[in-house]
């Protein structure tokens, strides 16, 4: 094999090496694929980052978890700030935790997961959205009814 041809064929085995490395990272991955569990960490069970779903609902801000106050629901470790908070989340999980698992609800109306920036957050109708930006989560709101529809029809669909 010429020495060109090997140079190539490296650089290409890398470039998919680092395209595939970031995805797994970054958490992106199409719906099809199957694994619709709660969004964590490659090396870590920790559900949304480590954040206090609750928080999102009663402070209406981002509130990094505490691991004293942690409680092990689907399969993940859900963080919270305070006792109340996590007894809040024991009393009605449905009610507290993201939709979409945490995942990026402008992913999910494109067909992806993808992890989701804590500060990056919207509250609808008693329902909490995360996403991997603001730039993201205005282009999503653009749209809302649609693309509300969407994630529900790909989520359920996958």
Same mark, same amino acid.
């Given at each position: 094999?010429?020495?060109?041809?090997?140079?190539?064929?490296?650089?290409?085995?890398?470039?998919?090496? +680092?395209?595939?490395?970031? &995805?797994?990272?970054?958490?992106?991955?199409? $719906?099809?694929?199957?694994?619709?569990?709660?969004?964590?960490?490659?090396? /870590?069970?920790? @559900?949304?980052?480590?954040?206090?779903?609750?928080?999102?609902?009663? !402070?209406?801000? @981002?509130?990094?978890?505490? *691991?004293?106050? /942690?409680?092990?629901?689907?399969? &993940?470790?859900?963080?919270?700030?305070? !006792?109340e908070n996590k007894n809040l989340f024991i009393g009605n999980?449905?009610?507290?935790?993201?939709?979409?698992?945490?995942?990026?609800?402008?992913?999910? /109306?494109?067909?992806?997961? @993808?992890?989701?920036?804590?500060?990056?957050? *919207?509250?609808?109708?008693?329902?909490?959205?995360?996403?991997?930006? !603001?730039g993201v989560k205005a282009d999503w709101k653009e749209n $809302?009814? *649609?693309? +509300?529809?969407?994630? !529900?029809?790909?989520?359920?669909?996958?």
């Amino acid at each position: 094999m010429k020495k060109r041809t090997k140079i190539i064929l490296v650089l290409f085995v890398v470039i998919i090496t +680092l395209v595939f490395t970031v &995805a797994k990272v970054k958490r992106i991955s199409p $719906l099809s694929w199957g694994d619709k569990g709660v969004n964590k960490p490659m090396f /870590s069970n920790q @559900a949304i980052n480590g954040y206090d779903a609750v928080t999102y609902f009663i !402070e209406n801000k @981002a509130v990094l978890g505490n *691991e004293t106050y /942690s409680y092990n629901w689907k399969n &993940a470790d859900w963080n919270f700030s305070s !006792e109340e908070n996590k007894n809040l989340f024991i009393g009605n999980p449905g009610k507290y935790a993201p939709q979409y698992g945490g995942y990026c609800a402008f992913a999910v /109306s494109k067909g992806f997961t @993808a992890n989701t920036n804590p500060n990056s957050f *919207e509250v609808i109708d008693g329902k909490l959205y995360l996403f991997d930006g !603001e730039g993201v989560k205005a282009d999503w709101k653009e749209n $809302l009814k *649609e693309n +509300l529809q969407k994630c !529900e029809t790909n989520w359920k669909k996958y």
